[in-house]
């Protein structure tokens, strides 16, 4: 049973640009949360995603989208990146109505020059 | 404030050492309570929920104190591969759908 799996692993990206991470879900579940990790801090809630919709968003600005497909993989897009941008972003994959339960990706790490 | 507040480490202890962390957090209608794992440069991993109870897992022991809104956790015995980030997890009703975590205290266990 092949857990939370993300690409790319790593990224290298230049201020100004536009990047899109994506998330596999552990099997038989359907909701996806996204989280940034900067060096030295805890994960910080980006939003969640559930039947192809946003349902929840922590603080982050606009520049920071995403979308879920039908086969509950999701995608996070970020504009206009900027150096603070440069983060582990992680992906967790939950059953319904089982979000303390979260199952995380091994993230992929974003470097913004 | 921060929401999640931990104990800023890093803490360096002999193998066979007992090593307490705590944590406290600010939004009193927090209902869920976790610690989580993080090795470096990997996921974090659900180690163990806190309940008010208190439980155990092994070498573990987690501690909740809903009047003081502290946690804690208890290693025993430790050992090498102890060595981590441990993360504190609250999960608070009107955000039920997104776990808040705090910034990490790293353990290393020394031989």
């Known amino acids: 049973d092949a857990g939370v799996t993300q690409s790319p692993t790593h990224l290298i990206k230049t201020r100004g640009q536009q990047v899109t991470l994506r998330c596999s879900p552990k099997s038989g579940h359907d909701t996806v949360s996204w989280y940034q990790q900067a060096l030295g801090q805890g994960p910080q809630f980006i939003f969640q995603y559930y039947e192809e919709e946003e349902r929840q968003r922590g603080n982050f600005p606009d520049r920071f989208s995403g979308h879920q497909f039908p086969n509950y993989s999701s995608e996070l897009n970020v504009n206009a990146l900027l150096l603070g941008d440069s983060a582990l972003y992680l992906c967790?994959?939950?059953?319904?109505?089982?979000?303390?339960?979260?199952?995380f990706g091994p993230g992929t790490r974003l470097t913004v020059l | 404030r921060k929401e999640v507040e931990q104990d800023p480490g890093p803490f360096n202890v002999p193998e066979g050492a007992t090593v307490a962390f705590n944590c406290t957090y600010s939004n009193s209608a927090s209902q869920s309570f976790f610690w989580y794992r993080q090795d470096c440069r990997k996921e974090p991993k659900l180690l163990m929920s806190v309940y008010s109870s208190g439980n155990e897992d092994g070498r573990f022991t987690a501690q909740l104190n809903r009047a003081s809104q502290y946690i804690s956790l208890l290693i025993r015995d430790s050992k090498l591969s102890d060595s981590a980030t441990y993360l504190c997890v609250v999960n608070t009703p009107s955000s039920a759908r997104q776990l808040t975590f705090g910034s990490g205290t790293q353990l290393t266990v020394l031989p």
């Open positions: 967790a994959s939950s059953l319904p109505l089982r979000e303390n339960e979260q199952f």
